[in-house]
């Protein structure tokens, strides 16, 4: 598997996570989320409609998220966030409706806070 991602006009980096976010690709998915959120104060992933994701991809966006915060950058996403990826959220207890210390005590915008 491998991973796009681009930079766009204003020096974002987008990075397309094709249809799989498993721990078969994890190795792959945490090295792009570590060399862009080094390289650029603004990340976002642009989730694949069909998304396959488990906890292994959960994770690593949650550390992403606090890695980011801790460096005074910005990650999130851009267009809908995958039906794949609410329902693991749902299904495995995670869902966070509560002020997130890494999201500058906001809602958590990946566990439930989109609302």
Not at 49 to 57: M, N, R, S, V
Not at 88 to 102: D, F, L, T, W, Y
Request: hydrophobic residues 40%; proline residues 3%.
């Amino acid at each position: 598997m491998s991973f796009n991602s681009v930079v766009d006009k204003n020096g974002a980096i987008i990075i397309a996570t094709g249809d799989r976010l498993t721990i078969e690709v994890v190795g792959e998915f945490a090295q792009i989320l570590t060399e862009s959120l080094g390289a650029a104060k603004e990340v976002y992933l642009e989730f694949a409609p069909e998304l396959e994701i488990d906890i292994t991809g959960v994770q690593l966006i949650c550390a992403a998220c606090k890695t980011a915060s801790r460096e005074g950058s910005v990650f999130s996403f851009r267009g809908l966030l995958p039906s794949a990826l609410v329902g693991m959220v749902e299904r495995s207890g995670i869902q966070r409706n509560a002020p997130c210390k890494h999201n500058n005590n906001s809602t958590c915008i990946w566990f439930g806070g989109t609302e």
